[in-house]
Structures are given as C-alpha cells and as structure tokens.
C-alpha cells in the first residue's frame, strides 16, 4: 500500500504545476477577453467559454486529485482517498480531451471556411 500511495505522491508534484500553469492560462485568455470587450466587441465575452473549458475546469478536477493524494497520505481513508484521486485523475482526462476535440473542431472550421467561400 504504501508503494502505490509513493507512486500517486510522484505525480502530486506535476500536477500541482499543471493546475497552476492551466489557471494562469484562464486568468490570461480571460483578460484578452475583457480587454476586446471593453474596446467595443461585444461577443467577446461569450467568448469566456473556451478557457474555462479549457483550462478552469481540469484545473480544479487536478486540484482535486491533489487534495485526495494528500490525504491519502495523512492516512485518511486511504482506500477511499485513491479511489476518489483515481476519479479526478479521469475527470481530468475527460475534460481535456473534451476540450481538445472542440479546439480541433475549431481548427478545422477555421482552415476550411476560407477555402470553400471562394
């Protein structure tokens, strides 16, 4: 037991970075958003979506995770702990995934409109 609570304290560490570097990147895109709504596009704002997509909500499923790990290790129903950790750990996946199939998506839109509206 101890060597598999090891092995989740490993990637504590980088998913502590990642959870940070995700919610500078949505504090960022936010303000660009904010700042083009302040100088007169109004539809920047819906555009808000798309880092909380991306980057707020792994953000906070990672963070999870971290919490659980940590009290994994204070031997706090550590059974229990895992499995929740395990959970976040997929709920991360999820979200990221999720959010990269929408930004190819996005992509792809952008590259092909210009094509076919000549």
Not at 19 to 39: G, T, Y
Not at 69 to 96: G, R
Request: charge should be neutral; charged fraction near 15%.
């Amino acid at each position: 037991m101890h060597r598999i609570i090891q092995s989740f304290s490993e990637t504590k560490q980088w998913g502590k970075k990642l959870a940070i570097l995700l919610v500078v990147l949505f504090v960022w895109q936010s303000v660009s958003f904010v700042l083009d709504f302040v100088n007169g596009n109004p539809f920047s704002l819906l555009g808000i979506f798309i880092p909380l997509l991306m980057f707020l909500l792994p953000s906070l499923a990672l963070l999870k995770y971290i919490a659980h790990i940590e009290k994994a290790e204070n031997d706090i129903d550590t059974l229990i702990q895992l499995e929740s950790a395990c959970k976040q750990q997929a709920k991360f996946f999820i979200y990221f995934t999720r959010a990269l199939d929408i930004m190819l998506v996005c992509l792809i839109v952008g590259i092909l409109l210009p094509i076919f509206s000549c």
